[in-house]
């Protein structure tokens, strides 16, 4: 009823997988609105929408936005008919979120014998989330139409019954796996506090400063940054692993971390500075044993031959050779000194 309340993009992105038209949501909207003024509470008015002005629907008088959502489909065959598409828009959402991380969160772990297996289980999970949206706008239609247009409880199409519909929605989250629910169950909660507090101010609840000059919002993210880093490194370290691996993995990468100790109560490492942490991931990269085959193999040399192919070749692949070999030599020597810096 209100989506100026929600961040636009999240707006949008709703709206686009929903599968619906802008004028037919707006006409939801409207006649919600229609249906709790007027004396009409519940109950159908038909009559024109302004929203649906320039479409085939301009001079229908409609009552429920069954008429003009899915014209000739009953409530349940459009929610049915809904799961496939929303779930082709949802995959290419899902699939740069799952593969894109890989290599951040499972650095090593991706080029070893388990690639594979990590890989075929991020598609897995995308192709499941995919699952979860197409399941959730499906029954989002079928909770909205069968409180609104089929039950004939008294609320109909309006504000508070599509609140008392929206429930339905919710048992999508049993596609998704354990993990996944909590994360999304945080993140809906947090959207639907900033759409509470949006709402009390404009209706006047509450005090006009508290948005506007205390900015909750950003004391909100430094009290929950705070409690992260706590988490993470407070009291040497030690309670780190009540994060997710994937979690550490990412806060190690951000924060230079490059182990912790807990045998010898050492607590914490943390790379001094960036192109120490930088000349740090290369080492780890360069000895990492599928390079070390690789090189062991002859497939490098081979691919350093065909750079040098071709009238001038030699004296380019000589020169690149060099420069190749000046930056392997100051990666040893940073790597060293982080190394002895650690060893203090």
Known sequence: MLPETLPPTYVRFLGRQSGKQDWQLAGIRETCRRAAGGGTWGRPCRAPLKALRGTSFENVAVALPCEFCHPGQTCWGHAVAQVAPTFLRALPVYLPLYLVPLPLV???????????????????????????????????????????????????????????????????????????????????????VESLALVLDRLGTLPPWLLRRARIDVWAFSVGAGCVLQAYSGDGGRHRHAFRSKYINVLDFILGNSGADDANDAGIRHVPSTPALVGLAASRVASHPALARLRSSGSLAALAGLAGVGGGGGSRGGGNAARGGENEEGTATLTREVEARFNR
């Open 106 to 192: 499972h650095r090593t772990a991706l080029l070893g014998p388990r690639g594979p297996e990590i890989l075929l289980r991020a598609l897995v999970g995308a192709a499941r989330s995919s699952a979860f949206l197409a399941s959730l706008f499906g029954l989002a239609w079928t909770g909205a139409c069968g409180w609104g247009g089929q039950s004939g409880l008294g609320m109909g199409f309006t504000g508070p019954g599509l609140a008392a519909s929206a429930w339905v929605a919710g048992l999508s989250l049993l596609v998704e796996k354990p993990s996944r629910r909590v994360e999304l169950t945080l993140y809906v909660v947090a959207r639907a």
